[in-house]
């Protein structure tokens, strides 16, 4: 089955830490650009970071510049998410894709399920 599966989300008060996960299982990550995406609840998707297929290419939204940084393993078939000084306000359901590149508009090949991050005390 091909598909991404998230992992690394939970509780953690303000200030705190999370990595999250996104491994593809059934198909090689090497091929893909891959865009974290989150969702709170009452508002709409927000991307968040996409790596491309070499590292070559980083951006993040300017909500958690300087806070996230995406990386790759392509070894491991696996991009991460290292999230610090998380705010109450990064509480979302984070959703990895996967794409051909991380230009605007390229469609999505493969969605993981979600994973939950709560930032609260």
């Known amino acids: 089955q091909l598909q991404l599966v998230e992992s690394g989300g939970g509780l953690v008060q303000p200030g705190g830490s999370l990595r999250l996960s996104c491994a593809a299982s059934?198909?090689?990550?090497?091929?893909?650009?891959i865009r974290w995406f989150r969702q709170a609840p009452g508002k709409e998707r927000e991307g968040v970071s996409c790596?491309?297929?070499?590292?070559?290419?980083?951006s993040y939204a300017d909500s958690v510049k300087g806070r996230f940084t995406i990386s790759r393993d392509n070894a491991k078939n696996t991009v991460y998410l290292q999230m610090n000084s998380l705010k109450p306000e990064d509480t979302a359901v984070y959703y990895c894709?996967?794409?051909?590149?991380?230009?605007?508009?390229?469609?999505?090949?493969?969605w993981g399920q979600g994973t939950q991050v709560t930032v609260s005390s």
């Open positions: 790596i491309s297929t070499s590292s070559g290419y980083i």
């Open positions: 894709a996967a794409s051909s590149s991380c230009r605007r508009g390229t469609p999505y090949d493969y």
């Open positions: 059934g198909f090689t990550l090497d091929d893909y650009a």
